[in-house]
């Protein structure tokens, strides 16, 4: 069974930074895509950023410029450094990862999340 850690949420104001990362343990494939998303209070969950085990990125218009995700394949791990963060960044930030499966296909898995709120 795959299990997601997230860490790095808390507290900070506007216009500052926060780190998060995700571990992904319990795989027997190497992972593929990887992904933050986030959920704010009475909205739908997000897709924030999205990586490849190549590497490529997309972003969400409303965090390009600002958030950069990154991965190392060898700790299994994803990264999103998150940069002059807006009271609207206010989220529970979700770790997902995309892990192959012996059907043929990828299975999606998903972390607890992480609190960050932003305060203006």
């Known amino acids: 069974q795959v299990q997601l850690v997230e860490s790095g949420g808390g507290l900070v104001q506007a216009g500052g930074s926060l780190g998060l990362s995700c571990a992904a343990s319990?795989?027997?494939?190497?992972?593929?895509?990887m992904a933050w998303y986030h959920q704010a209070p009475g909205k739908q969950r997000e897709l924030v950023a999205t990586?490849?085990?190549?590497?490529?990125?997309n972003y969400a218009d409303s965090v390009k410029g600002r958030f950069t995700i990154s991965r190392d394949n060898a700790k299994n791990t994803v990264y999103l450094q998150m940069n002059s963060l807006k009271p609207e960044d206010t989220a529970v930030y979700y770790c997902?990862?995309?892990?192959?499966?012996?059907?043929?296909?990828?299975?999606?898995?998903w972390g607890k999340g992480t609190l960050v709120t932003v305060s203006s």
């Open positions: 990586i490849t085990r190549g590497g490529s990125t």
């Open positions: 997902n990862a995309k892990v192959p499966s012996p059907l043929g296909y990828d299975i999606n898995y």
């Open positions: 319990g795989s027997r494939f190497s992972i593929n895509a």
